[in-house]
């Protein structure tokens, strides 16, 4: 009934009319205590002492509280190696240290400052290149990807490149900021409504530092105002300050971080310095390439070994690699433990090779599409290097059809005419492609689960494991449902997620929120549709729908002769049909079940990263986007005048939502490589934490002319209902922002090697250009 159509997103009407609730939109319980954080001022050194008294002192403050009073000091993604608060060793600037407790939430910032921390200040590790002379990382890939001879590979080249892919991180700047909401219940027991894309991390962290058993603690998360991947781990210790402060007192909780506070504490998208030795022949053709890739992790693992591999796994781009090594560490620095962000390393990964091949088309004097277009997957050059064909390859289809419908050939001999007309203005054009894979390479985390309720009108209240961030899960599932039963969306809601309705679950992340729990939930509609399809057939073989019968229907089975549609159940073979309302309160009077519960795993995955072999991804979503930039040549500033975008989707569940998703993934990826800087002073204080000094894209930014179109692509049959993911692969095609600057700065090239780093700030382009037109 509504797969494929765009209805609106759920939350739609009260986003826009401001009654959507978020954490701090939760009406205050009575006796309700703010929580305030304690952070260090300097990035690395040994916490001595914690003065309260003065804090203590103050009206309005109900405590101080340190690691003393948790049950476990620590907390970790992957390792538990990040204290939830300091005991001893501080690892970067703005740790939080301690937490306090006021009954005046104007009061808070004022309790905090009172807090004195004394410290013993030591020398701080800031950048990749500190880590790397004292070999300090949290993660080492065990073995690097490599396919075919490398050695030989550059032996045939007619040319070797050398250089360096350099990009910056980026500050998730969801519109809510960290929060969490912690009342305590009864003996012992907590509820945490949290902002978190990980409910079920959340409850375990809480039920940690609590000392507490899981079964203790529930954590709910109705929505978050963006997470972005900067919920995905980092919203645990927050919630778990609110709760141990609820627990202390015994009173409800709230901690709301300020956007200031939010920026310098948490993590950001991980930085990389990559390094590489490209060999190629006189068209282009890359016949060798050698990639080391260098995160900086910030002070603790998180997800960094995680998102390595992923930078690892899309290294290769969209291009096809005979030859290659990619091999990859992460750092660990004295800065804010870097996070999940949208694309999760893939983009740190597959803008190094598209900033390759800008350099090999500036190195050859030839454009830069006919070289994509050689190198990209195509016939039976299909095998990635890390063992996994590529099956179901749309890029020759996407390129092609992206050339040729946005014009480029004629476009780019417009812009070399206005190149030579010198008029302090310089034009580029670019594509860039995504091939994202699509699912958590740790392979446990693929995994859903869905609880759908019938109700006796004929409504439904579903709950799964998806967190709503705004990218519409909650809708797609909402559609799945309505198509299940043949009812409206609207008798449809999708109701918070509830670590006691759904266990165990994993982050809603990898881009793969409705692909799992969306097949859960259908599974758990089919379920109940099974009892129902048989009792109808009982009531269609004459059975009276109200006779008192003793129906032993459990399991049911789906028949392909009952169909659910407008409300009616219908048999196709004899044209009878029952109102699904009163279906279902028959079922219900004959005592048959109207819930349905489903877990689902994604089947056929399993990567050994020890062996390279084995399935890292069930599927790619793939695609291409064109843009076309102007640059000033005496201030650097930068107009992105037209931006093309040609996606594979699959059949797509709502092509309004995926729309959304595609504009806004690109417009933030286009933000991280062009304004998005983030500054640090020599302490290791981030001075760039605000809207003032931090420049996200607004509505002038966005490309002049902006088209998005999808391709048909119906064989995703890996997928529910054939759809792909869509949330993180556009991100990665904001890049061609960055390589259009990168092909526009290469018409003052004297210069043989670029060296643009990212993002291109003003600065940024008016440092290369400079360096270009000296021909170093
Ligand atoms: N869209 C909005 N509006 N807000 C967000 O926070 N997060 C992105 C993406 N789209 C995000 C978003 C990230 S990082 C991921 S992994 C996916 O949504 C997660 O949701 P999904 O798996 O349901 O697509
Ligand atoms: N993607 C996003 N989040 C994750 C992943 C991943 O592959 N693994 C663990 N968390
Ligand atoms: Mo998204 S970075 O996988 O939360």
């Known amino acids: 009934m509504s797969i494929g159509k765009n209805i609106a997103h759920d939350s739609g009407a009260s986003h826009v009319t401001g009654s959507s609730i978020f954490i701090d939109d939760r009406v205050d319980s009575i006796n309700e205590v703010f929580v305030g954080i304690v952070t260090s001022k300097i990035a690395k050194g040994k916490l001595l002492n914690i003065k309260m008294k003065r804090a203590l002192a103050h009206k309005n403050c109900l405590g101080v509280y340190t690691s003393k009073d948790l049950a476990a000091k620590k907390w970790g993604a992957i390792f538990h190696d990040q204290p939830i608060l300091v005991e001893e060793d501080i690892s970067y600037f703005d740790e939080a240290c301690a937490i306090i407790a006021s009954d005046d939430r104007s009061k808070v910032l004022e309790i905090v400052k009172l807090v004195e921390l004394e410290t013993k200040e030591e020398k701080p590790t800031l950048t990749i290149s500190e880590a790397r002379a004292l070999d300090d990382y949290v993660y080492k890939a065990p073995k690097p990807f490599s396919q075919g001879d490398i050695k030989k590979g550059f032996e045939d080249s007619e040319h070797i490149l050398e250089g360096e892919f350099i990009c910056g991180g980026q500050e998730h700047f969801y519109m809510e900021s960290q929060a969490a909401v912690a009342i305590p219940v009864e003996n012992g027991q907590m509820q945490v409504h949290a902002s978190s894309q990980h409910p079920s991390e959340t409850q375990r962290v809480v039920a940690e530092a609590l000392g507490v058993p899981f079964h203790k603690v529930v954590c709910v998360v109705k929505r978050m105002g963006g997470g972005f991947g900067g919920k995905e781990s980092q919203a645990a210790p927050i919630a778990a300050y609110a709760a141990i402060v609820a627990s202390k007192l015994n009173r409800p909780t709230r901690l709301i971080l300020t956007k200031d506070e939010d920026m310098k504490i948490t993590g950001k998208r991980h930085p990389f310095e990559n390094t590489y030795k490209v060999g190629f022949d006189k068209d282009g053709r890359i016949l060798s390439l050698k990639v080391h890739l260098q995160a900086d992790a910030g002070a603790y693992t998180d997800l960094s070994s995680s998102i390595l591999e992923r930078a690892m796994f899309h290294t290769d781009g969209a291009y096809y690699l005979e030859n290659c090594e990619i091999s990859g560490i992460s750092y660990r620095t004295n800065n804010s433990s870097n996070t999940a962000y949208r694309g999760f390393g893939g983009p740190q990964g597959n803008m190094t090779i598209e900033s390759i091949i800008e350099d090999i088309a500036n190195y050859l004097n030839k454009d830069a599409y006919e070289i994509r277009r050689l190198n990209i997957y195509e016939g039976d050059k299909t095998l990635t290097p890390y063992g996994q064909e590529l099956e179901n390859n749309m890029l020759p289809a996407l390129f092609d ?58 409504t439904v209240q579903a709950s799964t494991g998806a967190t709503e961030m705004g990218q519409g899960v909650n809708t797609k599932i909402q559609q799945i449902i309505s198509h299940a039963f043949g009812i409206e969306p609207k008798d449809i809601i999708v109701m918070s997620t509830s670590t006691e309705k759904n266990h165990n679950t994993s982050p809603t992340a990898a881009s793969s929120g409705s692909d799992i729990n969306g097949a859960a939930a259908l599974d758990a509609c089919n379920k109940i549709k099974g009892r129902l399809t048989e009792l109808v057939k009982l009531i269609f073989s004459g059975v009276e729908s109200d006779a008192i019968i003793e129906l032993e229907i459990k399991k049911g089975s789906l028949d392909p002769d009952i169909v659910f549609e407008n409300n009616k159940v219908k048999q196709l073979s004899s044209g009878k049909e029952i109102d699904l309302k009163e279906l279902i309160n028959s079922a219900y009077f004959n005592r048959i079940s109207l819930g349905g519960y489903s877990h689902y795993k994604t089947p056929g995955l399993g990567f050994c990263k020890d062996r390279i072999e084995g399935k890292a991804f069930n599927y790619y979503t793939q695609g291409v986007a064109v843009s076309e930039v102007q640059v000033c040549e005496y201030t650097g500033d930068l107009k992105v005048l037209r931006s093309d975008i040609y996606m594979d989707l699959g059949r797509p569940l709502n092509p309004g939502i995926d729309k959304g998703q595609v504009t806004g993934a690109f417009v933030q990826g286009m933000g991280w490589v062009t304004t998005e800087n983030l500054v640090y002073a020599d302490s290791g204080e981030l001075k760039t934490y605000s809207p003032t000094t931090y420049k996200i894209p607004n509505i002038q930014d966005t490309p002049r002319v902006f088209n998005v179109d999808f391709i048909t692509n119906n064989d995703n049959e890996c997928n529910v209902h054939r759809s792909k993911a869509v949330g993180e692969p556009p991100f990665l095609l904001g890049t061609s922002v960055w390589t259009a600057i990168k092909h526009a700065l290469s018409y003052r090239a004297d210069s043989k090697q670029m060296n643009l780093k990212s993002p291109a700030t003003g600065e940024e382009i008016l440092t290369e250009l400079q360096r270009l037109k000296n021909g170093k």
């Open 401 to 458: 059809g992206l050339y040729k419908s946005c014009d480029y050939q004629k476009r780019l001999s417009e812009i070399e005419k206005f190149n030579n007309l010198k008029t302090g203005k310089i034009r580029g054009i670019s594509m860039s492609a995504t091939k994202f894979g699509i699912a958590f390479t740790a392979r446990f985390l693929n995994q859903g689960s869905a609880l759908v309720n019938l109700q006796l009108d004929a």
